[in-house]
């Protein structure tokens, strides 16, 4: 088989055509479907039409070209044109299109996500490609130093999400001038118009208020489109850009051509051949726009030195967060690792890395969702990012945080100062949610160290872990307990009491693990022996050691956890167990049941029930 022919040179004219293409196609596919979006795929037609063909520079062969320009669509229900777009450009064929979108186990799925290797970000979730694409550019422009652009095409609906602010707030800050959004401006969302309908001067106000270079078009004028993108592909400049474009939902059919009630529906079959014939037809174009420039490859990101992590000594007190600083610096040899923080650097200690590699610090301030997004970008680009905050506030990014997941984003999440041991500040600032949050993201996996040099062990691996990585560290010091040559593997554990003639187990993490050590102790003075089980690693869980343990003592086990009694620890070890088998348990599960308030660390310990002296006493109750 020959291969296909490619137009290259493409004028206006035929970027008309294309257009049409790309409208046909959406409602073919949709149609044959029986699902998706052809209306919203309509509206921004030229929009795609102009850029693909004539100024996207991308090499659709090679996808993963350094030098590529990145194409995301924030507005992810759009995907018929997206995969529209992909059929004209020659990566997917039409039987493809038309026998696998939608449909179970195709890679054409109803909103893009990276199984298909032109997709940078899973989205659909809407207000999230915006943030997402900050990242992808500040990598380009501060770490890369390469002359691609970040290309998003956003719905005029996602305007109303905060993300999209924050995302463009940060965009102007860092002068990321390779960063385009076209808002496609249809006036109409899913139940009817849009907060601002066609008012292309207050979206250019505030865009303008928050930094941006600003270009208000007619969306369908394809001179008008053409020019403004070639003026918002220039690098030369310190701002953003937004390109607002005035479009019609349903452009181009006269029957649902900016009419209600047609978002996210189909046309039925004997409405869209009418369609397709208002449209002029099928058509097959296969065309290509400009190849990226032959720039020089990104940096070099191997290891330029051994990483060195810290030492501490035993006994020595220290906060897991300090250790979290001290390894992140350590690990700043290494040029893939690239980290950023919520304006709490000073308190997570991601300062120590900021302060040593400042090049590859990025300060986020107060916008967790445009933190995590920016991480997922620079994932996007090969780095392995670290992203910091108190664990609290992760909890405001949770949706950006499991699109991480969808996205098979390899992000690695820190979140300091948890549950009540933070003390006097109060409930507003105690995660106490963090771990049953992160446990349920699909493919996550979930850290809780309990000193030091388990910290900076951890914090290594995290490095080279795929998906979703959650840290939870602890505001106190405490002692170390371990020497610097112990090993802590991912899935793992740490007995620290065992003997033949253990009675019941005593399982923590953090600050838990703690009190579980003096617990043990006062339980040893009355004659009981007591196993104790530093469970560091949350999910994946050490099934094989918490089988043991309750086998060895009679089923009897105390879990304490500074958290919710739902969906953390106590569920990770007990989920463990029943999947084992081991149905005979005799469990005192303690956590923070009621709402705390302020106080010492101690008071609050004890007033939620997890402090040693109640440790102590539900492994009495246990024991009878």
């Known amino acids: 088989m020959s291969a296909p022919t490619f137009t290259t040179d493409v ?47 991308y090499d659709w062969d090679n996808p993963d070209h350094p030098g590529n320009d990145h194409l995301i669509f924030s507005k992810g229900h759009a995907s018929p044109l997206l995969y529209s777009i992909y059929k004209a450009v ?7 299109l038309m026998t696998g979108y939608r449909r179970f186990g195709s890679r054409l799925e109803g909103h893009p996500t990276p199984v298909l290797p032109w997709v940078d970000v899973a989205t659909g979730s809407l207000g999230q490609g915006l943030p997402d694409g900050v990242g992808v550019a500040l990598a380009g422009k ?75 078009v007619d969306g369908h004028d394809l001179a008008a489109i053409d020019q403004a993108i070639a003026q918002a592909g220039d690098l030369s400049t310190e701002q953003p850009t937004v390109i607002l474009a005035r479009t019609l939902k349903g452009r181009g059919f006269s029957e649902v051509e900016d009419r209600e009630n047609w978002h996210g529906k189909p046309l039925p079959p004997e409405m869209a051949e009418r369609a397709v014939i208002e449209l002029g037809g099928e058509r097959n174009l296969l065309v290509r726009g400009p190849l990226p420039d032959q720039a020089a490859p990104a940096r070099d990101r191997g290891t330029s030195d051994q990483v060195k992590l810290p030492t501490y000594q035993l006994g020595q007190k220290l906060a897991t967060r300090k250790a979290y600083g001290d390894a992140l610096a350590a690990l700043g040899v290494r040029r893939d690792v690239v980290a950023m923080d919520g304006e709490v650097s000073n308190s997570t200690f991601a300062d120590e890395f900021a302060q040593a590699y400042p090049e590859r610090y990025f300060e986020m301030y107060i916008a967790e969702q445009q933190l995590v997004a920016a991480a997922v970008g620079f994932g996007v680009r090969g780095y392995r990012p670290f992203a910091s905050t108190f664990a609290a506030f ?79 560290t602890t505001r106190g010091a405490y002692p170390v307990l371990y020497e610097a040559t112990e090993a802590f593997p991912v899935g793992g554990s740490k007995v620290l009491r065992e003997s033949d003639d253990d009675q019941v187990t005593l399982i923590g993490a953090g600050v838990t693990l703690h009190a ?88 609050l310990l004890d007033a939620a029930g997890i402090s040693a002296d109640h440790i102590t006493a539900a492994a009495r109750e246990l024991l009878g």
């Open 90 to 96: 020659g990566v997917v064929s039409d039987e493809e």
């Open 142 to 216: 501060y770490v890369d130093e390469l002359p691609y652009r970040v290309w998003v095409l956003c719905g005029d609906s996602e305007m109303a999400e905060g993300s999209i602010w924050e995302a463009l707030d940060k965009a102007s800050h860092y002068k990321l001038s390779n960063l385009i959004a076209i808002v496609d401006i249809n006036r109409l969302g899913q139940r009817g118009p849009t907060e601002l309908s066609w008012d292309l001067d207050t979206y250019s106000r505030r865009a303008t208020a928050f930094g941006a270079r600003v270009f208000t």
């Open 516 to 603: 579980c050590l003096t617990a043990a102790d006062q339980l040893r003075d009355e004659g009981i022996s007591a196993r104790v089980i530093d469970l560091y690693s949350v999910k994946p869980v050490d099934t094989a050691t918490l089988t043991a343990a309750a086998a060895a003592t009679g089923g009897r086990l105390v879990l304490v956890e500074d958290h919710h009694p739902e969906g953390g620890l106590g569920s990770a070890v007990i989920d463990a167990l029943t999947g084992a088998g081991r149905a005979e348990l005799a469990v005192a599960h303690l956590a923070v049941r009621d709402m705390p308030g302020s106080g010492t660390s101690a008071e």
């Open 394 to 472: 992760f909890t405001r990014a949770y949706d950006f945080i499991r699109m991480a997941a969808i996205s098979q984003a390899n992000i690695c999440l820190v979140g300091s100062h948890a549950g009540v041991e933070i003390g006097a500040d109060g409930p507003s600032q105690m995660a106490l949610e963090d771990l049953a949050m992160l446990r349920a993201v699909h493919g996550s996996t979930v850290l809780y160290p309990s000193d030091a040099t388990s910290t900076a062990a951890l914090v290594q691996a995290m490095a080279d872990l795929t998906g979703v990585v959650y840290m939870r």
């Open 11 to 57: 004028d206006l004219a035929l970027a008309a055509e294309l257009g049409q293409q790309l409208r046909v196609d959406s409602i073919r596919s949709s149609t044959s479907a029986g699902s998706g979006h052809p209306t919203s795929s309509m509206s921004a037609a030229d929009l795609l039409a102009v850029l693909v063909s004539r100024h996207l520079r």
